[in-house]
Structures are given as C-alpha cells and as structure tokens.
Nanobody
C-alpha cells in the first residue's frame, strides 16, 4: 500500500519562495507519475505540475510556468515543488498524488481521478 506524506508549506509573502516535499513509502517509484494539485476554497482541485519518475518529463499548468519547479529524487522516493515568485492566487491546500503512468502525461496531470494515492494536503498561504 503506497503511502504519501507531504511536508513544507506555511505562510509566505507575495514574491517569496516556498518548497513542498512529497515522499512515498511502501513502494519503489519506478514508472510512476507524481503530481501536485491544489484546491482553493470554493474551487475545484487543479493540477499544478507533475513529473515522471523514470524519465523526469514534466508538465506545468500555465499559471505557474516560469515560477514553480518540480523535481524528484528517486533514491529518496521524494518529489519537490519549488515555488518561487508566489502570488496571492497561489493560496490553496496543496495535495500530492501518485499513480502509475498514463499514455498522456498532460491528460493525467489535469485529472485528479487519475491518481489513487494522495497525501493529507498541506496549506500554502500567500499574503502580505
């Protein structure tokens, strides 16, 4: 049973940086996709970035391109989300989802139903 644990998060001022971590246990992450989704109050869960564990291919939603960077350390079974130049609209609960790969990375990474293992969620608040 794959277990997912997120860490990092908290409060940051606009323009600041934050790093989230997502660690999987009980399984070796070969040929998986690790994705970060976020959900703001009253909004649907939204795919942010994702990464293929075996190739390192990535996908980003347009609103975070050039500001967020997803990476992975396969030896640690961990993915990281480096959030730079954060904006107030980045405020949300961030969830890490992990599952086996689909044929289309983009289609998978925008679809919460494509992921069967989730972390507990972690709050990110951007405010001055």
């Amino acid at each position: 049973q794959l277990k997912v644990v997120e860490s990092g998060g908290g409060s940051v001022q606009p323009g600041g940086s934050l790093r989230l971590s997502c660690t999987a246990s009980e399984v070796t992450l070969d040929y998986y996709v690790i994705a970060w989704f976020r959900q703001a109050p009253g909004k649907e869960r939204e795919g942010v970035p994702c990464i293929l564990t075996h190739e390192g291919d990535t996908w980003y939603t347009d609103s975070v391109k050039g500001r967020f960077l997803i990476s992975r350390d396969n030896a640690k079974n961990t993915a990281y989300l480096q959030m730079n130049s954060v904006k107030v609209e980045d405020t949300a609960v961030y969830y890490c989802g992990i599952d086996r790969t689909w044929p289309s990375l983009q289609h998978q990474c925008i679809n919460p139903q494509a992921f069967g293992s989730w972390g507990q969620g972690i709050q990110v608040t951007v405010s001055s």
